[in-house]
């Protein structure tokens, strides 16, 4: 068989989708570290299966699999049980994002995180959602019946602006994209963002007003 001769998705180039999924479950009962853990492996998971040539762009294929993977919590409910080595690369994990964390400035990617550890992405992600316990969701309807779902507001409104921004990012080039993704994927502020990419706070700043202007521009188009 034929192996596809495009590149394989880089999964922490879409750790938006993610935050963008999990925000859609933000206060539920389930605390946002543990959606966001539960969303990443998810990405992984797409990243991993993703297939070019069925024609859609991977973010389409990606989101039904990252809402999986946190709906899954809620349908899960108390406790999982997690092995040993789990449990110990789970400390791990986040012994390392910790220090990452506070090296940086910045919430860390799974990859970085991966590459710390020296194991796969999709290892990484499930060590991090192996970390927080799982709150039970169960309540009872008004005629006394369990229900174990919870309904939850379509998010394709939010996935199709979010798609619309993929879009017009990828107009821009390598450096002002990655300005962009520090600033505003990876929360950094505009110094600790000016040491990353070689740039002082104050040409990041310009520079980050004129691409804001740009992107703005291209989505009222």
Known sequence: MEQSSKPPIAAEAHLGLVRLCA???????????????????????????????????FSTYAVPVILGEIRRLFREGGSIRIGRRLQELSLRANRIAAQLRQQNGAEPTVRQIADALGISEAETAEA?????????LTAETDDGEVCTDIPVPSPE?????????????????????????????????QTAAAARLGMTQVQVSRREKKILLFLRGELLK
């Not at 539920?28 to 040539?53: H, Q, T, W």
């Not at 991090?128 to 039970?136: D, E, G, R, Y």
């Open 23 to 57: 925000n859609r479950f933000r206060e539920r009962g389930i605390e946002y570290e543990e959606l966001y853990s539960a969303g990443c492996l998810g990405l992984v998971k797409a990243a991993n299966a993703f297939d070019p040539e069925r024609g859609v762009c």
């Open 128 to 136: 991090l959602c192996a970390a927080q316990p799982v709150s039970s």
């Open 157 to 189: 409104t939010q996935i199709q602006e979010h798609l619309a921004l993929e879009q017009v990012l990828a107009l821009l080039d390598d450096r002002d994209r990655e300005l962009i993704r520090l600033r505003y994927t990876e929360n950094m502020t």
